[in-house]
Protein backbone atom coordinates (compact mmCIF):
# COMPACT_ATOMS: atom_id res chain seq x y z
CA UNK A 1 0.00 0.00 0.00
CA UNK A 2 1.24 3.78 -0.78
CA UNK A 3 1.44 6.48 1.32
CA UNK A 4 -0.72 9.57 1.11
CA UNK A 5 2.64 11.48 0.49
CA UNK A 6 3.65 8.86 -2.21
CA UNK A 7 0.23 9.17 -4.40
CA UNK A 8 0.55 13.02 -4.48
CA UNK A 9 3.99 12.56 -5.86
CA UNK A 10 2.43 10.57 -8.65
CA UNK A 11 -0.06 12.84 -9.09
CA UNK A 12 3.13 15.49 -9.87
CA UNK A 13 2.89 16.76 -6.48
CA UNK A 14 -0.03 19.09 -4.33
CA UNK A 15 -0.76 21.73 -6.52
CA UNK A 16 -0.81 19.21 -9.63
CA UNK A 17 -2.77 16.75 -7.32
CA UNK A 18 -5.19 18.69 -6.39
CA UNK A 19 -5.84 20.50 -9.73
CA UNK A 20 -5.92 17.04 -11.53
CA UNK A 21 -8.76 15.59 -9.01
CA UNK A 22 -10.05 18.81 -8.99
CA UNK A 23 -9.37 19.80 -5.24
CA UNK A 24 -8.23 22.21 -2.62
CA UNK A 25 -5.29 22.39 -1.01
CA UNK A 26 -7.32 22.01 2.43
CA UNK A 27 -8.85 18.41 0.90
CA UNK A 28 -4.88 17.28 0.46
CA UNK A 29 -4.37 18.61 3.81
CA UNK A 30 -7.49 16.36 5.37
CA UNK A 31 -5.79 13.02 3.53
CA UNK A 32 -2.38 13.45 5.49
CA UNK A 33 -3.78 13.89 8.51
CA UNK A 34 -6.41 10.62 8.30
CA UNK A 35 -3.40 9.26 6.53
CA UNK A 36 -6.27 7.70 3.69
CA UNK A 37 -8.00 9.26 0.66
CA UNK A 38 -11.66 8.97 0.66
CA UNK A 39 -13.24 6.03 -1.84
CA UNK A 40 -15.00 8.68 -4.48
CA UNK A 41 -11.56 9.76 -5.45
CA UNK A 42 -10.37 6.54 -5.81
CA UNK A 43 -11.21 5.59 -9.69
CA UNK A 44 -9.30 9.25 -10.80
CA UNK A 45 -6.68 8.13 -8.95
CA UNK A 46 -6.62 4.61 -10.52
CA UNK A 47 -7.48 6.24 -14.26
CA UNK A 48 -4.63 8.70 -13.37
CA UNK A 49 -1.42 6.88 -11.75
CA UNK A 50 -2.20 2.83 -13.31
CA UNK A 51 -2.34 1.79 -9.24
CA UNK A 52 -4.54 -0.74 -8.15
CA UNK A 53 -7.22 -0.06 -5.47
CA UNK A 54 -4.60 -2.31 -3.43
CA UNK A 55 -2.41 0.42 -3.50
CA UNK A 56 -4.41 3.36 -2.06
CA UNK A 57 -4.38 4.24 1.63
CA UNK A 58 -7.85 4.31 3.37
CA UNK A 59 -9.24 0.62 1.44
CA UNK A 60 -10.07 -1.74 3.36
CA UNK A 61 -7.83 -4.72 3.32
CA UNK A 62 -11.14 -7.02 2.05
CA UNK A 63 -12.21 -4.44 -0.20
CA UNK A 64 -8.93 -4.06 -2.04
CA UNK A 65 -8.34 -7.71 -2.49
CA UNK A 66 -12.13 -8.80 -3.58
CA UNK A 67 -13.79 -5.32 -5.01
CA UNK A 68 -13.53 -4.28 -8.23
CA UNK A 69 -13.39 -0.02 -8.26
CA UNK A 70 -15.51 0.13 -11.43
CA UNK A 71 -18.46 -2.43 -9.85
CA UNK A 72 -21.46 -0.25 -9.49
CA UNK A 73 -22.72 0.42 -6.10
CA UNK A 74 -25.61 -1.24 -4.82
CA UNK A 75 -29.12 0.03 -7.01
CA UNK A 76 -26.62 1.41 -9.53
CA UNK A 77 -28.06 1.29 -12.97
CA UNK A 78 -26.50 4.41 -15.04
CA UNK A 79 -23.13 5.79 -14.50
CA UNK A 80 -21.66 9.27 -15.94
CA UNK A 81 -17.74 8.75 -16.75
CA UNK A 82 -15.80 11.44 -17.14
CA UNK A 83 -12.87 11.59 -19.79
CA UNK A 84 -10.35 11.88 -16.24
CA UNK A 85 -11.93 8.46 -14.96
CA UNK A 86 -13.92 10.30 -12.28
CA UNK A 87 -16.71 8.04 -12.50
CA UNK A 88 -20.60 9.51 -10.99
CA UNK A 89 -23.27 6.64 -10.13
CA UNK A 90 -27.03 6.95 -10.24
CA UNK A 91 -30.29 5.26 -11.37
CA UNK A 92 -30.90 5.84 -15.02
CA UNK A 93 -34.32 7.12 -16.81
CA UNK A 94 -35.45 7.99 -19.92
CA UNK A 95 -34.31 6.17 -22.62
CA UNK A 96 -31.49 3.12 -22.54
CA UNK A 97 -28.54 4.08 -24.09
CA UNK A 98 -24.78 5.66 -24.45
CA UNK A 99 -24.42 9.38 -25.05
CA UNK A 100 -20.62 11.07 -25.62
CA UNK A 101 -20.47 14.76 -25.31
CA UNK A 102 -19.05 17.69 -23.52
CA UNK A 103 -20.71 17.82 -19.74
CA UNK A 104 -22.01 21.31 -19.01
CA UNK A 105 -24.10 22.83 -16.43
CA UNK A 106 -27.34 24.59 -16.32
CA UNK A 107 -28.69 26.94 -13.18
CA UNK A 108 -31.72 27.65 -14.32
CA UNK A 109 -34.70 26.71 -11.87
CA UNK A 110 -37.70 26.37 -14.50
CA UNK A 111 -38.08 25.33 -17.99
CA UNK A 112 -36.07 22.49 -18.45
CA UNK A 113 -37.93 21.31 -21.53
CA UNK A 114 -37.21 24.30 -23.49
CA UNK A 115 -33.54 24.16 -22.56
CA UNK A 116 -33.51 20.74 -23.08
CA UNK A 117 -34.83 21.50 -26.74
CA UNK A 118 -32.85 24.32 -27.80
CA UNK A 119 -30.85 23.43 -30.49
CA UNK A 120 -27.76 25.42 -29.04
CA UNK A 121 -27.08 22.56 -27.01
CA UNK A 122 -26.39 20.22 -29.61
CA UNK A 123 -23.43 17.93 -28.47
CA UNK A 124 -23.80 18.33 -24.84
CA UNK A 125 -25.36 16.54 -21.85
CA UNK A 126 -26.79 19.35 -19.30
CA UNK A 127 -26.33 18.96 -15.59
CA UNK A 128 -29.25 20.82 -13.87
CA UNK A 129 -28.09 22.58 -10.78
CA UNK A 130 -31.45 22.91 -9.91
CA UNK A 131 -32.97 19.26 -7.82
CA UNK A 132 -36.51 19.33 -8.65
CA UNK A 133 -36.34 18.46 -12.47
CA UNK A 134 -39.30 17.10 -14.30
CA UNK A 135 -41.98 18.20 -11.49
CA UNK A 136 -44.15 20.01 -13.94
CA UNK A 137 -44.20 17.58 -16.65
CA UNK A 138 -43.88 18.18 -20.34
CA UNK A 139 -46.66 19.60 -22.94
CA UNK A 140 -46.68 20.33 -26.61
CA UNK A 141 -46.40 24.00 -25.84
CA UNK A 142 -42.79 24.31 -24.96
CA UNK A 143 -40.53 22.71 -27.50
CA UNK A 144 -38.03 24.80 -28.96
CA UNK A 145 -37.49 22.65 -31.73
CA UNK A 146 -39.33 19.54 -33.27
CA UNK A 147 -36.66 17.08 -31.15
CA UNK A 148 -34.36 17.77 -28.59
CA UNK A 149 -30.26 18.41 -29.21
CA UNK A 150 -28.85 17.85 -25.83
CA UNK A 151 -27.90 14.18 -25.74
CA UNK A 152 -28.71 13.35 -22.09
CA UNK A 153 -29.04 14.92 -18.73
CA UNK A 154 -28.37 14.44 -15.17
CA UNK A 155 -29.78 15.48 -11.76
CA UNK A 156 -30.12 14.92 -8.26
CA UNK A 157 -33.24 13.67 -7.50
CA UNK A 158 -35.78 11.12 -8.88
CA UNK A 159 -38.20 12.44 -11.26
CA UNK A 160 -41.61 13.06 -9.80
CA UNK A 161 -45.03 13.25 -10.91
CA UNK A 162 -46.14 16.40 -12.18
CA UNK A 163 -47.91 18.63 -10.52
CA UNK A 164 -48.75 21.34 -13.38
CA UNK A 165 -51.76 21.85 -14.57
CA UNK A 166 -49.89 22.39 -18.03
CA UNK A 167 -48.33 18.63 -18.13
CA UNK A 168 -49.75 16.19 -20.57
CA UNK A 169 -46.71 13.66 -19.88
CA UNK A 170 -44.15 12.71 -17.38
CA UNK A 171 -40.73 13.91 -18.63
CA UNK A 172 -39.75 10.31 -18.33
CA UNK A 173 -41.73 9.08 -20.52
CA UNK A 174 -41.00 12.43 -22.64
CA UNK A 175 -36.93 11.42 -22.83
CA UNK A 176 -38.03 7.90 -23.66
CA UNK A 177 -40.30 9.05 -26.66
CA UNK A 178 -37.28 11.26 -27.88
CA UNK A 179 -34.33 8.77 -27.51
CA UNK A 180 -32.74 10.83 -24.46
CA UNK A 181 -31.08 8.46 -21.18
CA UNK A 182 -31.17 10.78 -18.12
CA UNK A 183 -29.06 9.70 -14.54
CA UNK A 184 -30.77 10.57 -11.15
CA UNK A 185 -29.07 9.85 -7.65
CA UNK A 186 -25.91 12.32 -8.67
CA UNK A 187 -24.00 14.85 -6.71
CA UNK A 188 -24.75 17.32 -9.06
CA UNK A 189 -23.25 20.58 -6.57
CA UNK A 190 -19.50 18.26 -6.50
CA UNK A 191 -19.94 17.50 -10.62
CA UNK A 192 -20.59 21.68 -11.09
CA UNK A 193 -17.99 22.28 -8.97
CA UNK A 194 -15.59 20.51 -10.81
CA UNK A 195 -16.94 21.92 -14.51
CA UNK A 196 -16.82 24.97 -12.79
CA UNK A 197 -12.73 24.68 -11.45
CA UNK A 198 -11.68 22.36 -14.40
CA UNK A 199 -13.87 23.46 -17.05
CA UNK A 200 -16.52 21.63 -18.90
CA UNK A 201 -15.14 17.82 -19.66
CA UNK A 202 -15.81 14.72 -22.05
CA UNK A 203 -17.50 12.28 -20.74
CA UNK A 204 -20.01 9.61 -21.35
CA UNK A 205 -23.84 9.31 -20.20
CA UNK A 206 -24.21 5.45 -20.01
CA UNK A 207 -27.28 3.85 -19.28
CA UNK A 208 -27.18 0.14 -20.15
CA UNK A 209 -30.41 -2.51 -20.74
CA UNK A 210 -28.43 -5.13 -20.35
CA UNK A 211 -27.17 -3.72 -17.00
CA UNK A 212 -22.97 -4.03 -18.27
CA UNK A 213 -20.46 -1.49 -17.31
CA UNK A 214 -17.32 -1.78 -19.33
CA UNK A 215 -15.54 1.33 -17.42
CA UNK A 216 -12.46 1.12 -19.31
CA UNK A 217 -14.04 1.12 -22.54
CA UNK A 218 -16.17 3.89 -21.52
CA UNK A 219 -13.48 5.88 -20.63
CA UNK A 220 -11.75 5.92 -23.80
CA UNK A 221 -14.79 6.46 -25.21
CA UNK A 222 -14.95 9.93 -23.36
CA UNK A 223 -11.03 10.57 -24.18
CA UNK A 224 -11.53 9.79 -27.98
CA UNK A 225 -14.28 12.17 -28.44
CA UNK A 226 -12.67 15.45 -30.20
CA UNK A 227 -14.75 18.03 -28.26
CA UNK A 228 -16.53 20.94 -29.61
CA UNK A 229 -13.48 23.19 -30.16
CA UNK A 230 -13.28 22.94 -34.12
CA UNK A 231 -16.83 21.28 -34.41
CA UNK A 232 -19.45 22.01 -36.43
CA UNK A 233 -22.98 21.74 -35.37
CA UNK A 234 -25.19 24.71 -36.91
CA UNK A 235 -25.58 22.23 -40.25
CA UNK A 236 -26.99 19.33 -38.07
CA UNK A 237 -29.60 21.18 -36.28
CA UNK A 238 -30.43 23.69 -38.99
CA UNK A 239 -33.44 23.71 -41.28
CA UNK A 240 -33.31 21.98 -44.37
CA UNK A 241 -35.71 23.82 -46.61
CA UNK A 242 -36.60 27.99 -46.51
CA UNK A 243 -40.04 28.23 -44.36
CA UNK A 244 -42.12 30.86 -43.17
CA UNK A 245 -43.17 31.81 -39.44
CA UNK A 246 -46.22 33.60 -38.34
CA UNK A 247 -46.85 32.89 -34.90
CA UNK A 248 -47.15 35.25 -32.24
CA UNK A 249 -46.71 34.71 -28.42
CA UNK A 250 -47.83 32.61 -25.65
CA UNK A 251 -50.87 34.31 -23.70
CA UNK A 252 -52.33 32.91 -20.71
CA UNK A 253 -55.71 31.08 -21.44
CA UNK A 254 -55.11 31.67 -25.42
CA UNK A 255 -51.87 29.54 -26.05
CA UNK A 256 -49.45 30.77 -29.37
CA UNK A 257 -51.79 33.69 -30.78
CA UNK A 258 -51.22 34.86 -34.86
CA UNK A 259 -48.88 37.54 -34.95
CA UNK A 260 -49.76 40.99 -35.52
CA UNK A 261 -49.84 42.31 -39.03
CA UNK A 262 -46.47 42.66 -40.42
CA UNK A 263 -44.35 45.47 -41.24
CA UNK A 264 -41.27 44.37 -42.63
CA UNK A 265 -39.79 41.49 -44.49
CA UNK A 266 -37.59 39.34 -42.24
CA UNK A 267 -35.23 36.86 -43.68
CA UNK A 268 -33.59 34.47 -40.29
CA UNK A 269 -30.46 32.08 -40.24
CA UNK A 270 -31.14 29.63 -38.50
CA UNK A 271 -28.02 28.01 -37.06
CA UNK A 272 -30.49 26.41 -34.75
CA UNK A 273 -33.38 28.84 -33.78
CA UNK A 274 -35.29 28.44 -31.26
CA UNK A 275 -39.25 29.18 -31.67
CA UNK A 276 -39.77 31.47 -29.16
CA UNK A 277 -36.93 34.16 -31.09
CA UNK A 278 -39.42 33.64 -34.25
CA UNK A 279 -42.75 34.64 -32.15
CA UNK A 280 -40.87 37.41 -31.11
CA UNK A 281 -40.02 38.55 -34.55
CA UNK A 282 -43.25 37.91 -35.38
CA UNK A 283 -44.57 39.61 -32.40
CA UNK A 284 -42.70 42.88 -33.70
CA UNK A 285 -43.86 43.27 -36.71
CA UNK A 286 -41.70 40.57 -38.81
CA UNK A 287 -42.77 38.62 -41.66
CA UNK A 288 -39.87 36.13 -40.87
CA UNK A 289 -38.62 33.67 -43.62
CA UNK A 290 -36.26 31.26 -42.34
CA UNK A 291 -33.34 29.69 -44.14
CA UNK A 292 -30.65 27.02 -43.56
CA UNK A 293 -27.60 28.08 -42.11
CA UNK A 294 -25.82 26.72 -45.27
CA UNK A 295 -27.88 29.45 -47.04
CA UNK A 296 -26.14 31.94 -49.86
CA UNK A 297 -25.58 36.12 -49.76
CA UNK A 298 -28.08 35.79 -53.41
CA UNK A 299 -30.63 33.54 -51.89
CA UNK A 300 -30.99 35.78 -48.52
CA UNK A 301 -30.61 38.74 -51.08
CA UNK A 302 -33.06 37.62 -53.92
CA UNK A 303 -35.83 37.59 -50.91
CA UNK A 304 -35.22 41.61 -50.85
CA UNK A 305 -35.38 41.34 -46.86
CA UNK A 306 -35.47 44.63 -44.90
CA UNK A 307 -33.61 42.91 -41.81
CA UNK A 308 -31.67 39.78 -41.11
CA UNK A 309 -31.95 37.42 -38.62
CA UNK A 310 -28.76 35.66 -37.48
CA UNK A 311 -29.64 33.05 -34.63
CA UNK A 312 -28.56 31.20 -32.00
CA UNK A 313 -27.09 28.11 -32.53
CA UNK A 314 -24.37 25.23 -30.97
CA UNK A 315 -20.47 24.48 -31.75
CA UNK A 316 -17.37 26.47 -32.61
CA UNK A 317 -18.27 29.62 -34.43
CA UNK A 318 -15.23 29.49 -35.99
CA UNK A 319 -16.37 26.08 -38.00
CA UNK A 320 -19.53 27.22 -38.83
CA UNK A 321 -17.99 30.90 -40.34
CA UNK A 322 -16.25 28.66 -43.13
CA UNK A 323 -19.74 28.93 -44.55
CA UNK A 324 -21.73 31.70 -42.82
CA UNK A 325 -19.01 34.43 -43.03
CA UNK A 326 -19.36 35.02 -47.00
CA UNK A 327 -22.85 35.90 -47.02
CA UNK A 328 -23.01 38.18 -43.47
CA UNK A 329 -20.22 39.97 -45.15
CA UNK A 330 -22.28 40.46 -48.39
CA UNK A 331 -25.29 41.05 -46.15
CA UNK A 332 -23.24 43.81 -44.40
CA UNK A 333 -22.04 45.17 -47.64
CA UNK A 334 -25.50 45.53 -48.82
CA UNK A 335 -26.18 47.97 -45.77
CA UNK A 336 -29.57 45.63 -44.63
CA UNK A 337 -30.03 46.08 -41.07
CA UNK A 338 -28.74 42.91 -39.35
CA UNK A 339 -29.32 41.89 -35.25
CA UNK A 340 -27.47 38.53 -34.05
CA UNK A 341 -27.87 36.69 -30.87
CA UNK A 342 -25.76 33.69 -29.59
CA UNK A 343 -23.84 31.82 -32.67
CA UNK A 344 -25.22 34.57 -34.39
CA UNK A 345 -23.01 37.16 -32.38
CA UNK A 346 -20.10 35.40 -32.58
CA UNK A 347 -20.51 35.07 -36.20
CA UNK A 348 -21.38 38.72 -37.13
CA UNK A 349 -17.86 39.54 -34.91
CA UNK A 350 -15.72 36.99 -37.04
CA UNK A 351 -17.68 38.31 -40.30
CA UNK A 352 -16.10 41.78 -39.37
CA UNK A 353 -12.35 40.93 -38.06
CA UNK A 354 -12.33 39.93 -34.60
CA UNK A 355 -11.54 36.61 -33.41
CA UNK A 356 -13.61 33.89 -30.99
CA UNK A 357 -12.15 31.47 -28.14
CA UNK A 358 -13.59 28.43 -26.15
CA UNK A 359 -14.66 29.43 -22.97
CA UNK A 360 -13.54 27.40 -19.54
CA UNK A 361 -17.30 26.33 -18.46
CA UNK A 362 -19.33 29.27 -20.78
CA UNK A 363 -22.62 30.93 -19.43
CA UNK A 364 -25.59 28.96 -18.98
CA UNK A 365 -28.93 30.01 -17.44
CA UNK A 366 -31.64 32.11 -16.45
CA UNK A 367 -30.29 34.26 -14.22
CA UNK A 368 -27.09 36.07 -15.89
CA UNK A 369 -25.74 39.73 -15.04
CA UNK A 370 -25.25 42.02 -18.27
CA UNK A 371 -24.42 45.72 -18.52
CA UNK A 372 -25.52 47.75 -21.22
CA UNK A 373 -22.47 50.22 -20.98
CA UNK A 374 -24.40 53.23 -22.93
CA UNK A 375 -26.98 53.25 -20.56
CA UNK A 376 -25.29 51.07 -17.53
CA UNK A 377 -28.55 49.85 -17.04
CA UNK A 378 -28.14 45.91 -15.58
CA UNK A 379 -30.62 43.27 -17.37
CA UNK A 380 -30.36 39.90 -15.91
CA UNK A 381 -30.38 37.39 -18.83
CA UNK A 382 -30.98 34.20 -20.31
CA UNK A 383 -27.61 32.07 -22.01
CA UNK A 384 -26.38 29.32 -23.32
CA UNK A 385 -22.62 29.43 -25.16
CA UNK A 386 -19.07 27.94 -24.60
CA UNK A 387 -17.51 30.66 -26.80
CA UNK A 388 -17.22 33.95 -26.40
CA UNK A 389 -15.86 37.43 -28.83
CA UNK A 390 -12.56 38.41 -27.79
CA UNK A 391 -13.01 42.24 -27.57
CA UNK A 392 -9.48 42.72 -27.79
CA UNK A 393 -9.26 41.35 -31.60
CA UNK A 394 -12.25 44.28 -32.56
CA UNK A 395 -11.44 46.00 -35.71
CA UNK A 396 -12.35 50.03 -35.84
CA UNK A 397 -16.00 50.91 -36.28
CA UNK A 398 -16.99 48.03 -33.72
CA UNK A 399 -18.40 49.37 -30.02
CA UNK A 400 -18.46 47.05 -27.01
CA UNK A 401 -22.32 47.71 -26.08
CA UNK A 402 -22.58 45.13 -23.51
CA UNK A 403 -20.36 42.93 -20.83
CA UNK A 404 -20.83 39.85 -18.47
CA UNK A 405 -20.95 41.05 -15.11
CA UNK A 406 -19.74 37.81 -13.57
CA UNK A 407 -16.74 37.48 -15.54
CA UNK A 408 -16.22 40.41 -17.74
CA UNK A 409 -16.67 38.60 -21.36
CA UNK A 410 -18.09 40.67 -23.66
CA UNK A 411 -22.19 40.73 -24.49
CA UNK A 412 -22.85 42.45 -27.19
CA UNK A 413 -21.21 45.03 -30.25
CA UNK A 414 -22.34 47.23 -32.27
CA UNK A 415 -21.27 49.02 -36.20
CA UNK A 416 -20.54 52.61 -35.81
CA UNK A 417 -20.92 52.74 -39.66
CA UNK A 418 -23.11 50.10 -40.97
CA UNK A 419 -27.00 49.20 -39.32
CA UNK A 420 -25.45 45.83 -37.50
CA UNK A 421 -25.46 44.95 -33.87
CA UNK A 422 -25.90 41.64 -31.54
CA UNK A 423 -26.17 40.25 -28.12
CA UNK A 424 -24.00 36.94 -26.45
CA UNK A 425 -27.61 36.16 -24.58
CA UNK A 426 -30.96 35.76 -25.41
CA UNK A 427 -33.41 38.11 -25.43
CA UNK A 428 -36.39 35.96 -26.11
CA UNK A 429 -35.73 34.72 -22.78
CA UNK A 430 -37.32 30.55 -23.14
CA UNK A 431 -36.65 30.39 -20.17
CA UNK A 432 -35.88 33.01 -18.58
CA UNK A 433 -36.21 36.94 -17.55
CA UNK A 434 -37.81 39.52 -20.33
CA UNK A 435 -35.41 41.85 -19.66
CA UNK A 436 -34.01 42.26 -23.02
CA UNK A 437 -36.73 41.87 -25.25
CA UNK A 438 -36.79 45.29 -26.38
CA UNK A 439 -33.89 44.33 -28.18
CA UNK A 440 -36.24 43.07 -30.89
CA UNK A 441 -37.84 46.34 -30.81
CA UNK A 442 -34.09 47.83 -31.73
CA UNK A 443 -34.24 45.53 -34.28
CA UNK A 444 -37.78 47.32 -35.86
CA UNK A 445 -36.20 50.66 -35.20
CA UNK A 446 -33.14 49.77 -37.59
CA UNK A 447 -35.50 48.94 -40.03
CA UNK A 448 -37.98 51.62 -39.47
CA UNK A 449 -34.68 54.34 -40.48
CA UNK A 450 -33.51 51.78 -43.05
CA UNK A 451 -37.27 52.42 -44.91
CA UNK A 452 -37.09 56.19 -44.18
CA UNK A 453 -33.60 56.37 -46.00
CA UNK A 454 -34.95 54.56 -49.00
CA UNK A 455 -37.77 56.77 -49.07
CA UNK A 456 -36.06 59.63 -48.84
Excluded at 6 to 24: D, F, N, S, T
Excluded at 343 to 350: D, E, K, N, R, S
Excluded at 365 to 374: E, I, K, M, S
Amino acid sequence: MRSVEEIIALLGGPEAAAARLHLGTEALRKWRQARAIPAKHWPAIIAATGLSLADLPGAPAAEADQADPHRPPEGATAVLVLEDGTLFWGRGFGAHGTRVAEICFNTGMTGYQETLTDPSYAGQIITFTFPHIGNVGCNPEDHEALNPAARGLVVKQDVTEPASWRATQHLEAWLRQHGLPGIAGVDTRALTQRIRDGGAPKGVLHFPADGRFDIPALIEQARAWPGLEGMDLAREVTTRQAYRWDQGLWAWGEGYRPAPPPRFQVVAIDYGAKRNILRNLAEVGCAVTVLPATATAEEILALQPDGVFLSNGPGDPAATGEYALPAIRAVLAARVPLFGICLGHQLLALALGARTYKMQRGHRGANQPVQDLATGRVEITSQNHGFAVDEASLPEGVVVTHRSLFDGTNEGIACTDRPAFSVQYHPEASPGPSDSRHLFRRFVELMERGAAGRAA
